[in-house]
């Protein structure tokens, strides 16, 4: 049986936490950010946990990760 791969685009996007948690940045920050607040954009600024139903699929994704 072969060994199984890591996709690499997942791998940079996303990071596991010390509790075992996936996270990821958000989006909409890249450009045509003159209409948004800056509250919006200096939330946007955070990482988040990704949601619980994308969770099993990101880990089959990276499964060394």
């Known amino acids: 049986m072969p060994k199984m791969k ?3 685009s997942a791998a940079k ?3 596991v936490t010390g509790s075992g948690k996936l996270v ?3 989006a909409n920050k890249r450009h045509i ?3 948004k607040s800056t509250k919006r954009k200096r939330n946007l ?3 988040t ?3 619980v139903t994308n969770e099993k699929n990101m ?3 990276m499964p060394y990760i």
């Open 33 to 35: 950010l003159t209409k």
């Open 59 to 61: 880990r089959k994704a």
């Open 6 to 8: 890591t996709n690499r």
């Open 45 to 47: 600024r955070q990482p």
């Open 49 to 51: 946990v990704i949601d």
């Open 24 to 26: 990821r940045f958000k």
């Open 13 to 15: 996007r996303f990071k």
